[in-house]
């Protein structure tokens, strides 16, 4: 099953990523601050929506499984050490437009710790800051493998 490739690029504006719990619409949403046009995207399920820009940064995701479904788990504790970045997606990538991947998603017992699994395993080997509250986990092919977000 082929996971999501991507590029680890130098920190852009537009591809820092901060979360954000919507209580009314039970959607976690994590975005940029830059308002920008999102020409691409691709999902995983129709459970994870990523948006892109024009220079094929991820801009933009969102998560469509409401908190009540997120597993409780003590396992979600950021890395210490995170190389600061953007993730950029290849067109190959883009041309997928729906990746048939397993989702997970654990919370820390207040659920403001979060850890989203894309992919069977979680064996990343690579953490990319997108933000202070973002971190992607990345394979050791740099394949995207989930994220570390804290919703403060």
Request: overall charge negative.
């Amino acid at each position: 099953m082929d996971m999501i490739t991507v590029r680890v690029v130098p920190a852009t504006e537009g591809g820092e990523l901060y979360p954000q719990y919507d209580r009314e619409s039970k959607l976690l949403e994590v975005g940029s601050v830059v308002d920008q046009e999102w020409p691409y995207g691709f999902d995983v399920n129709g459970t994870i929506i990523f948006d892109v820009d024009r220079e094929h940064i991820l801009t933009n995701f969102e998560l469509l499984i409401p908190r009540s479904y997120w597993k409780e788990t003590d396992r979600v504790v950021f890395p210490k050490v995170a190389t600061v970045g953007s993730l950029q997606i290849p067109v190959e990538t883009l041309g997928r437009r729906t990746f048939n991947l397993p989702i997970g998603v654990g919370a820390c017992p207040g659920k403001n710790k979060v850890l989203v699994i894309i992919g069977h395993k979680f064996e990343p080997v690579k953490f990319v800051q997108l933000s202070p509250q973002c971190i992607a986990c990345l394979t050791q092919k740099t394949e995207l493998n989930g994220f570390y977000l804290n919703l403060i």
